[in-house]
């Protein structure tokens, strides 16, 4: 892998710890930190960064503080595609998820705008390459390649439900290697998501930014992810709040539904209190706030008990 080639043995040997909080550009020639990025927070101690254009995509790593588990997610935070919630859907999450042994790969995407195709594909295509590439350098991250899941949020929720439906879309191009490692994640976390494009169910700003306000009924039909389950379709988490005005319960009710016609693995948890948003919900003294650890009860659940601890 020509990506490994560029560090000293030393470094690989100490590779999760040498990477922390490192931005990983995603595509060969990608130089990181060209984003712009914005902070939502009025205390400066405390940050909530919004990611508001990326020009780098790439993945910012995170490695586990507690006993490696050997799993890995990759996050793909939301914000109605005019930003990407950098803190309160990424590095938080993964500070979270960290603490219970996950590797963490915070994901800055190129975000749909204005129904593009170009830019709906150029999403599409970095959730793929990020997959391919947290698979393909599974060893030196201590990860275990079998256990390597998506979570979105929002409308982050809605790519990760794409790569887990199609993960082997022709979004792009092959540029290296790489690109011939399976893109399919192992497991799937869809909190508070955006899925549905139907009148009623989706969030119109996030369907507007992906397909335009002149979509189709026809687009609708076949591009709803809910419909768009097969039995292929890896194992799903769901967690939303009943209380949610952005982003109607709907999308949740319905995915759970088709991965249950599908005899896909499922598990959802419906919150009676949270909103839209509610992040870790460690801020919240809600049940929402117990999501996290559903999540990674839930997960563990699904590791063979063949699979490597090393």
Sequence with gaps: MKFLRLFPLFVLLHLPAAFA????PIWPNEVSGNNKVVNFSKKPTINNRAVTKVDSPEMIYVPPAGKNNHSAVLIIPGGGFSYIMQDAEGLDVAKVLSQKGYSSFVLLYR???DGSEINRNNAFSDVQRAMRLI???ATAYQIAANQIGVMGFSAG?????????SPDANNYKAVDAQDKISARPDFTALIYPVLSLKNGVTHVGTRTAMYGKDISQQDIEQYSQEDRVTAKTPPTFLAQALDDGTASPKNTLQMFDALRQNHVKVEMHLFQQGGHGFGTGQKKNIPAKNWPTLFSDWQASLVPQTSSTH
């Design 21 to 24: 909080n490192k931005e990983i």
């Design 111 to 113: 975000m749909p705008r």
């Design 135 to 137: 698979r393909g350098q």
């Design 157 to 165: 929720a809605f790519l990760a439900a794409n790569v887990s439906n």
